[in-house]
């Protein structure tokens, strides 16, 4: 069964600095998705990046970008020049098909 | 564009009481549809998803259930809620296979069973 693994549950990072999740997976498909979510304290679900298996480009949306290593199944989140809005729970999913999981999440705070 | 409306925001229900949460997307058609449930600070474990009208995928046997009576409503259900049960529930759709494809979050409800 696939698995996805954020082994640290709190993080925190001044304000403009820069700040690296960790997400690791287990799984046996070759082909796959993977994406970062955040849930602010309104626990809206939001999708902040998302990643393609067979790309070995690293994708980048604005502040937000993601380290893949395909062959250590590490999925990292980079959050630069860090804001008070970023402060959330960061979740790390895989999907393959129609399964899709999720990491236990990572708790973000961001200090003025 | 797309929406998701997952009703209601917040249920207080008494043990032993049956129960009903009701989802459904708007601007598309044959989503896959699924049913997540967060304990308070934890991670999102998947109870259901279906990728059609009557087709359920249970993934952890529980005191729930899942139904899909129409293309884009999906609803939640259980005959006797337990204290288990509460937690915040979490309706979402994705496009029908397609792998890269997000998933797009209703708003929650919050259960709380006494």
């Known amino acids: 069964a696939q698995t996805v693994t954020q082994s640290q549950p709190e993080m925190s990072v001044q304000e403009a600095e820069t700040v690296t999740l960790s997400c690791t997976y287990d799984?046996?498909?070759?082909?796959?998705?993977l994406f970062w979510y955040k849930q602010p304290p309104s626990r809206q679900m939001i999708l902040v990046i998302r990643?393609?298996?067979?790309?070995?480009q690293n994708a980048t949306e604005n502040r937000f970008s993601v380290n893949f290593q395909k062959a250590a199944k590490s999925f990292s989140l980079k959050i630069s020049d860090s804001q008070l809005g970023d402060a959330a729970m960061y979740f790390c999913?895989?999907?393959?098909?129609?399964?899709?999981?999720f990491g236990a999440g990572t708790r973000l705070t961001v200090k003025p | 564009s797309q929406t998701i409306h997952q009703w209601p925001a917040t249920l207080v229900q008494p043990v032993g009481s049956p129960l009903s949460l009701e989802c459904t997307v708007e601007?598309?058609?044959?989503?896959?549809l699924y049913w997540y449930r967060q304990a308070a600070g934890r991670g999102l474990q998947l109870l259901f998803y279906s990728v059609g009208i009557g087709q359920i995928s249970s993934e952890v046997p529980q005191n729930l259930s899942a139904s899909r009576p129409q293309d884009r409503q999906f609803i939640l259900s259980s005959k006797k809620l337990l204290l288990s049960d509460s937690g915040f529930y979490l309706c979402?759709?994705?496009?029908?296979?397609?792998?890269?494809?997000?998933?797009?979050f209703g708003n929650g409800t919050r259960l709380t069973v006494t």
């Open positions: 990643q393609e298996a067979y790309k070995q």
């Open positions: 601007g598309t058609s044959n989503p896959n």
């Open positions: 999913a895989y999907r393959a098909n129609n399964d899709m999981r």
């Open positions: 799984t046996s498909e070759s082909d796959y998705y």
């Open positions: 979402a759709w994705s496009g029908h296979s397609w792998s890269n494809s997000p998933l797009h």
